[in-house]
T-cell receptor, first 117, second 112 residues
Framework: DAGVIQSPRHEVTEMGQEVTLRCKPI?????LFWYRQTMMRGLELLIY????????DSGMPEDRFSAKMPNASFSTLKIQPSEPRDSAVYFC???????????????FGAGSRLTVL | KQEVTQIPAALSVPEGENLVLNCSFT??????LQWFRQDPGKGLTSLLL?????REQTSGRLNASLDKSSGRSTLYIAASQPGDSATYLC???????????FGTGTRLKVLA
């Protein structure tokens, strides 16, 4: 398996523009997570899905952020409009199942580095 | 709200030393716990997973343990090498939730 695939790897945009980040989880994994990493706040969970359904979006900072998972092999995180404080590395991760049962290993993608000018 | 603290925040040691990195959770009801490694500008690589029925895991020179009564975990690195230099993060799933919450990380530098 190619692992968790994210695109783009780098995005530079101007304030006010729409940003769409994409993620392809590992085939067969039922859970998908979006994290944001900054120097100040570390790694924060934004939202996670189980079987394509959003389970917990309490970490989404504002209504400007939205996430979708239209099928088991694709998810998007959208920021509209973007602001300079959104600059961060956004990680997508997937795991075989939600919860603490079994070998529920979380596997990360390489991340999308977003810079909003 | 679950909070995870890692101590020390940064560590610099000469090659060959044995190391202990610490991780503690405000809510001790931890289900699964994972330790990750992150190299600068890279993603996170899973090192060890301690499942709900386990108390420790070993992989090569790494050993991780979890004390569920106190909500504390330690990562032991034996005979450290310069290639071990990275940031190490712990993450746990608390009973009743389904999300991994991450610690603040320990930046490790092993000097040749």
């Amino acid at each position: 398996d190619a692992g968790v695939i994210q695109s783009p790897r780098h995005e530079v945009t101007e304030m006010g523009q729409e940003v769409t980040l994409r993620c392809k989880p590992i085939s067969g994994h039922n859970s998908l997570f979006w994290y944001r990493q900054t120097m100040m706040r570390g790694l924060e969970l934004l939202i996670y899905f189980n079987n394509n359904v959003p389970i917990d979006d309490s970490g989404m900072p504002e209504d400007r952020f939205s996430a979708k998972m239209p099928n088991a092999s694709f998810s998007t995180l959208k920021i509209q409009p973007s602001e300079p404080r959104d600059s961060a590395v956004y990680f997508c991760a997937s795991s075989p199942a939600v919860g603490g049962s079994g070998a529920n290993v979380l596997t990360f993608g390489a991340g999308s580095r977003l810079t909003v000018l | 709200k679950q909070e995870v603290t890692q101590i020390p925040a940064a560590l610099s040691v000469p090659e060959g030393e044995n190391l202990v990195l610490n991780c503690s959770f405000t809510d001790s009801a931890i289900y699964n716990l994972q330790w990750f490694r992150q190299d600068p500008g890279k993603g996170l690589t899973s090192l060890l997973l301690i499942q709900s029925s386990q108390r420790e895991q070993t992989s090569g020179r790494l050993n991780a343990s979890l004390d569920k009564s106190s909500g504390r975990s330690t990562l032991y690195i034996a005979a450290s090498q310069p290639g071990d230099s990275a940031t190490y993060l712990c993450a746990g799933i608390t009973s009743g939730t389904y999300k991994y919450i991450f610690g603040t990380g320990t930046r490790l530098k092993v000097l040749a």
